[in-house]
């Protein structure tokens, strides 16, 4: 039974892909940068930088 739900959730998650394609409109999130300085992503559109989201971690 254990081995059946998690084949089900496993399955349900992969018809359930939540990122942006290359191209599509996210939302504005706001950050504080490294430097202590409040920004969003719309901001730094805006002064031309290229901005990548890479959602990972650091141990």
């Known amino acids: 039974m254990k081995k059946t739900l998690i084949l089900f959730l496993m399955v349900l ?3 359930l892909p ?3 394609a290359i191209g599509d409109v996210c ?3 706001s ?3 490294e430097d202590g300085l409040e920004t969003s992503i719309y901001e730094q559109v805006d002064e031309g ?3 990548m ?3 990972g ?3």
Request: charged content about 15%; cysteine-free.
């Open 57 to 59: 971690q650091s141990w």
């Open 49 to 51: 930088k290229v901005v």
């Open 18 to 20: 939540a990122e942006y």
């Open 27 to 29: 939302e504005n999130i």
């Open 13 to 15: 998650a992969s018809l």
């Open 31 to 33: 950050f504080t940068t």
């Open 53 to 55: 989201i890479f959602w």
